[in-house]
Structure formats: structure tokens, C-alpha cells
């Protein structure tokens, strides 16, 4: 089954359609909606920030099939002295809908990604220049007809404040990381398709129903927060029940590791013309998904082993480690696969000097994999620059079945050759 099929899908996003934001009907009529936010400046100046903010005047459009924006009529209020605002939108069961903001020659945006219903209360986090990216971001997905696929979460997850200048200040960077996103979120597709067959779809709603609540209580926390060490602890908590997500529909850790490391390397593969520093910082982000979920990965498998209790601890530090590495970094391809690179000795060290497994052998199966002209070598060359699902798939798949012949040759049916395989698969991943 390949990616073909997912076109036969009826559309995916049912429990999504509350996605991301809290409801509710108490104060509502059933008329319209009510939007509940705030815009937030970026100037440092408290002065100058109240100013900025205050009498904004606040409306409501819907994004259409082309990407641009179309005004819902008799929508607009204004922001507060603390920026806030409340605002009624008829939105008539319209989907795709942006929140804009503008004052003088400053304009803010933040969108709601579900379907939004008359009767119902939504907060959206703040306005800023970041949400105003993603909001460019989310058009160009739109205009593309990959928001069926493409999710909030994703684009919150890759697009942050240090992109989001190079985002807003024109269509090109924008329309790249709409193309980069459908990209990836076709490859999870494909991995679904190919781990659940006939019962790809359901999953795959799951996964974005839980990805919705992930993204909906980063939007309350963002909304509640009052110091950037809040909005960062939000985020981080954000991103660990994103990976949830995939396990949570279903996937093992593994399998969920294996998912969104496929949908970062072909995230990152898909930029051509955006600057280095764009492309870094998008690198960045989207490996520390592939840390979480795959140290969540090694944990679980340590887990299962008849490893030492030292040791589960050390993998634990092995990947507090590697994420730390990860954001104190500027995402420059040489430092996320020096980072992996370390997590992978630190994980193999460990393995090594475990009575659970024979040293000797351990190293044996991890430099045959790391050869010159091993299956690793293989692997990195043929997927360098390969954005394309399918071809994707069947690329890692053999990647798979090499160290799983590796290790069971190697370990000659021993009782531990499942979980030596899959670590060894997952540490030799992503470096």
C-alpha cells in the first residue's frame, strides 16, 4: 500500500476540529464565536509595549483555497491596555480561520487550524511575531491542500521565534516550509500505511486528535504564562506529548521514533533556498523531536532488557544529555550529528559493560554497521537528499532488515537479539 491510497481517505481531522484551543459554551450564543486572545509586542520598553498594543483594532478572516486572507464580516473589536481582546465572529461553520491584529503600521496574526463553531468559546495563545509566521506558514499549506495532513503541532513545532523574521518577510521561506512540512507529514503517512495497513486512517486520526491536545494546552500555557522560563517549560512539555501522540495511536516507541526521525530527515532535506541560518534553526527544532522520541525509544527497550539498574540510569543521562546538547546548539548539521553521535558512544559504552551482553560482540555489531563501507554508509548516502515518501520508506526498511541480519548473526538467537537490534537501529539513526 503506498502513499496513493491516502488519497481515498475521507478527511481526517474530526476530533481535530476542536484542535488546539479551550472551549466553552457558557457565555456564548449560538450565533457566533467567541475568539479570546491577546497581542504582544516585542519591544522591551514597557511603555512602548503598552502603547503598542492597546487599541488594536482585531478582526477575523478566512484563509481561502489560494492562500490569501477574505474578511468575515462584522468582525472586530479592539485590544484592551493590556493588549487583550475578545471577539465575536459569525464564522458559520467556516474552517481556516485567522485572527489578525493591526495598529498603525504593525499587524499580528494567529490562526485556528480546526473547524470553528458558532456556540463556542476559543483562547488563542498570543500574538506575535512568531504566531504571524506560522499563520504565513499555515496559508501556504492551505493554498498547497495539505491541511488535511499537515498539523498545528507541526508547524509549531518547527517554526519558532528566530525563523520567524526570515517567515514574514516574504512568500519564499514561507512556501518552503509549507512544502517541507507536506513533504514530511506524506512520509508519516507512508509509515503509518505501511505499519497499520487497513487500519491506517484510524490511527492516523488518533495521532492528530492527540497532537491537537498537545497543541491545545501549549495554547493555554502560552496564554497563562508571565516569564520566558514558563513559555519554555510549555514548549518542552509541548513537544514530549507530541511524541506521546504517536504512541498513544498505537505505535510502540520505536516505531514512534522511527516515524518522526523519517519526518524530520525529509523536513530538513526539503529546504533548497532558504538562508543556512533558516535551515539550521528548522534542523534544530525538528531534531529535538527525534531526541525525545528516540530516547523515549532506548529507555522503553532498556527497559524490557535485563540490563542493570546503572545502566537504565546511564541511558537516561545518555539522553537528558543529547537534548541539552540539542538546544544549546545553532542547528548546524555538524553539531546535531555530533550530538547524536555522542548519545550514540555514550548508549553502545553502556551496552558494553553490562553483563547483560558480551562486550566483545556489541562492538563487533556496531562496527560492522559503522564500516566504511557498512550498512550506515549505505543508509546516509541513499537518503541524503531523498523527499520523496515512498522511496523514503523502502530506504530505511532495508536499513532496518541490514542491522536486524547484523545482530542476529552476530548474537546467534540469544535472548536479548530483539532488544540489541532495536537500539542499535535507533542510536545508529539519526547520527
Not at 500505511?193 to 486512517?201: K, V
Not at 541480519?405 to 540489541?420: C, L, N, P, W
Request: proline letters at 0%; charged letters at 25%; a negative charge.
Amino acid at each position: 500500500m503506498k502513499l496513493s491510497k491516502y488519497l481515498q481517505f475521507s478527511i481526517i481531522t474530526l476530533l481535530a476540529s476542536l484542535t488546539f484551543f479551550a472551549c466553552s459554551t457558557d457565555s456564548t450564543s449560538d450565533s457566533s464565536a467567541t475568539i479570546n486572545g491577546s497581542v504582544e509586542s516585542e519591544s522591551t520598553n514597557k511603555v512602548a509595549k503598552a502603547r503598542s498594543v492597546e487599541g488594536a483594532v482585531v478582526s477575523a478572516a478566512r484563509v481561502t483555497s489560494n492562500g490569501s486572507l477574505e474578511t468575515i464580516e462584522g468582525a472586530t473589536t479592539e485590544t484592551n491596555a493590556s493588549g487583550s481582546f475578545s471577539l465575536e465572529v459569525d464564522v458559520k461553520s467556516a474552517q481556516n480561520i485567522v485572527i489578525l491584529a493591526e495598529k498603525e503600521s504593525q499587524e499580528w496574526k494567529a490562526f485556528l487550524s480546526g473547524k470553528v463553531e458558532n456556540g463556542q468559546s476559543y483562547t488563542l495563545k498570543p500574538l506575535n511575531t512568531e504566531s504571524s509566521a506560522e499563520t504565513k506558514v499555515f496559508s501556504r499549506v492551505v493554498a498547497s491542500g495539505n491541511a488535511d495532513i499537515v498539523q498545528k503541532a507541526d508547524i509549531e513545532a518547527v517554526v519558532s521565534n528566530k525563523n520567524a523574521a526570515a517567515v514574514n518577510s516574504g512568500v519564499l521561506a514561507a512556501g518552503e516550509f509549507a512544502s517541507a512540512l507536506k513533504n514530511s507529514s506524506q512520509a508519516r503517512v507512508e509509515f503509518y500505511m505501511e505499519s497499520f495497513q487497513d487500519d491506517a486512517e484510524s490511527r492516523l486520526d488518533d495521532t492528530y486528535a492527540f497532537m491537537a491536545e498537545a497543541q491545545f494546552e501549549l495554547e493555554a500555557d502560552l496564554a497563562a504564562s508571565s516569564s520566558t522560563e514558563e513559555e519554555e517549560n510549555a514548549h518542552e512539555l509541548f513537544l514530549e506529548k507530541t511524541i506521546n501522540a504517536y504512541t498513544n495511536a498505537g505505535l510502540e516507541a520505536s516505531g514512534a521514533a522511527k516515524s518522526v526521525e523519517m519526518w524530520s530527515r525529509i523536513f530538513v532535506n526539503s529546504f533548497t533556498t532558504v538562508s543556512s541560518e533558516t535551515k539550521e534553526d528548522a534542523r534544530k527544532n525538528s531534531s529535538l523531536l527525534v531526541a525525545i522520541a528516540t530516547d523515549n525509544a532506548v529507555q522503553a527497550r532498556a527497559e524490557a532488557s535485563a540490563m542493570s539498574e546503572s545502566s537504565k540510569e546511564a541511558i537516561v543521562e545518555a539522553g537528558a544529555h543529547l537534548k541539552t546538547s540539542l538546544r544549546a546548539s545553532a542547528g548546524a548539521k555538524s553539531e546535531v550529528e555530533s550530538a547524536f553521535e555522542e548519545y550514540h558512544n555514550e548508549v553502545r559504552n553502556t551496552m558494553e559493560s553490562d553483563t547483560a551482553f558480551e562486550a566483545t560482540v556489541i562492538l563487533e555489531i556496531d562496527s560492522e554497521i559503522n564500516s566504511s563501507s557498512g550498512v550506515k554508509s549505505d543508509f546516509s548516502s541513499s537518503i541524503s537528499s531523498v523527499i520523496s515518501a515512498a522511496t523514503a520508506y523502502d530506504i530505511y526498511s532495508s536499513f532496518y532488515s541490514a542491522i536486524n541480519a547484523i545482530v542476529e548473526d552476530k548474537m546467534d538467537a540469544s535472548g536479548e537479539t530483539e532488544v540489541v537490534a532495536e537500539i542499535m537501529i535507533l542510536i545508529n539513526l539519526a547520527t
